[in-house]
């Protein structure tokens, strides 16, 4: 059974130019949650998709950033425009109910 | 504001020592969770405590959740290099459906 897959594991970006990231949950799991981790911090809420449904997007920056979690295919996260403040760690967790997460192993923005 | 402030950020120890981390809140929680994230990977659930008071073991690892259900610790005994990690703790916030993370404890075992 395989785990929550992120990628790219690690991307490389221009100031300027789009980040796209995406995650594809665990088998059964239609609850998807991003959050972003900059370096010695912990984890910052995004945002919170069911399937077609974004539930909370408390945690997103209003400019630039998306999320979307189709009926088909993997979850996305978009930033536009990326400034080196982007830069950080962007994990997705999957859960069955809502509670316990199973986190992917990230991904790594680094914007030049 | 952090609601969930885990103490110390730091910790570092020699293999074989016993150690405490504490995460706290103002707030009260249904639940809180503990995570362990090794460098490069992403975090992996290692307990989920309900009731106040409730005790955990998990091999050397001991998790309480304190009975007013605003506070838990982790102690670790006769620590092990493979401990080292970041730990956090997490719980859900009330009245939304996501869960909100300490700032984790950075542990290192040294040989």
């Known amino acids: 059974n395989a785990g929550v897959m992120q990628n790219p594991r690690h991307l490389v970006r221009r100031r300027g130019q789009e980040a796209r990231l995406r995650c594809s949950p665990m088998?059964?799991?239609?609850?998807v949650y991003w959050y972003r981790q900059l370096p010695e911090e912990g984890l910052k809420f995004m945002v919170y998709?069911?399937?077609?449904?974004?539930?909370?997007e408390s945690g997103m920056p209003k400019e630039r950033f998306s999320a979307e979690f189709p009926k088909e295919g993997p979850s996305i996260l978009r930033i536009q425009q990326v400034v080196r403040g982007d830069s950080a760690a962007y994990f997705c967790?999957?859960?069955?109910?809502?509670?316990?997460?199973?986190f992917g192993e990230g991904s790594r923005l680094t914007v030049l | 504001t952090q609601l969930l402030e885990q103490s110390p950020q730091f910790l570092s120890i020699q293999e074989g020592e016993n150690l405490t981390v504490y995460c706290n809140s103002s707030?009260?929680?249904?639940?809180l969770q503990w995570y362990r994230q090794e460098p490069g990977e992403g975090p992996v659930l290692l307990v989920t405590?309900?009731?106040?008071?409730e005790v955990k073991k998990l091999k050397r690892l001991t998790f309480q959740f304190g009975d007013a259900r605003k506070d838990s610790s982790l102690h670790i005994t006769a620590a092990q290099p493979g401990d080292t990690g970041l730990y956090l703790c997490?719980?859900?916030?009330?009245?939304?459906?996501?869960?909100?993370f300490g700032q984790g404890t950075r542990l290192t075992i040294n040989p």
């Open positions: 967790a999957s859960s069955p109910i809502i509670g316990e997460l199973f």
């Open positions: 088998k059964g799991h239609s609850h």
């Open positions: 998709l069911q399937k077609e449904n974004i539930i909370d």
């Open positions: 707030s009260v929680f249904s639940s």
């Open positions: 405590v309900v009731t106040g008071g």
């Open positions: 997490a719980g859900p916030l009330q009245g939304a459906q996501k869960l909100v």
